[in-house]
């Protein structure tokens, strides 16, 4: 058994990266006080892996996890990387894994916001953007948890809020 002492960051890598790396940067800073231990060191996926492979690992860094945070950005909603349409060893005319897998259709980040839904209680939602917008939520995150934005803007510039990045995860 694991004990479930993990943050698990879960984001859209190609449209929210700048968000994900600044949680890791004040992580590692010496002037933040950022801390948490990541769930992602547990286990390593390589990306010629198949989905369903890449999700097995991400089910046991959820295992291990006590935290979910979810950075949301303008296309985590749309996001279809993971499902199984999109790998070779689907077969859409029998709509079969040929390897005997079962089939999937849900992205990497609807599986993860699903697990974590009913396997998760400490719920943060991150919006990569000065507003909170739910519409860009995953469905089965929107109404759980903490939803706070990332950024604030001061005379027309935007900043990372490191202050109220930092209250949402210590709740």
């Known amino acids: 058994m694991t004990y479930r002492t993990k943050t698990y960051i879960a984001a859209d890598w190609s449209g929210d990266e700048d968000a994900v790396k600044q949680l890791y940067k004040w992580k590692e800073s010496q002037n933040w006080g950022l801390s948490f231990t990541d769930a992602h060191g547990l286990t390593s996926a390589r990306d010629s892996s198949l989905n369903c492979s890449i999700k097995r690992s991400l089910k046991a860094r959820l295992d291990a996890s006590k935290q979910f945070v979810l950075i949301v950005g303008d296309n985590t909603d749309t996001i279809t ?10 077969n859409s005319y029998t709509s079969r894994c040929v390897r005997g897998y079962n089939v999937d259709f849900r992205s990497y980040i609807d599986y993860e916001c699903d697990i974590a839904s009913y396997d998760i209680s400490n719920i943060v939602v991150l919006y990569n953007s000065t507003m909170i917008k739910k519409s860009l939520c ?3 995150l929107r109404s759980q948890g903490v939803h706070i934005p990332m950024v604030y803007s001061k005379d027309g510039k935007q900043y990372w809020d490191y ?3 930092k209250k949402a995860l210590n709740q």
Do not use: I
Not at 81 to 88: D, E, H, I, L, M
């Open 81 to 90: 990387a993971g499902s199984c349409r999109y790998c070779s060893s689907y």
């Open 138 to 140: 995953p469905e089965p």
């Open 163 to 165: 202050y109220a990045v």
